[in-house]
């Protein structure tokens, strides 16, 4: 049974103001390792960001900025 080892939550603010928060946890496996999981959520009504919209967001000179 995985186990919830903790959690990370930053806030990213790109610069046109738009606030989206980076959620990540940390799982403990039952073979010992950790996996990171990560999402992304609008700081805002709307919550979850869909992958297509992400793809929208971030800067295409930045591998992943965001």
Same mark, same amino acid.
């Given at each position: 049974m995985?186990?919830?080892a903790?959690?990370?939550k930053q806030v990213i603010t790109t610069l046109d103001g738009q606030k989206f928060i980076r959620l990540?946890?940390?799982i403990l496996m #039952?073979? =010992?390792r950790?996996?990171?999981p990560v999402v992304?959520?609008?700081a805002g #009504?709307? =919550?979850r960001i869909s992958s297509e919209e992400l793809q929208r967001v971030r800067? #295409?000179?930045y591998d992943y900025l965001i």
């Open positions: 995985n186990r919830l903790g959690v990370k990540e946890r940390t #039952p073979n =010992g950790y996996r990171h992304y959520y609008k #009504p709307g =919550g800067i #295409p000179v």
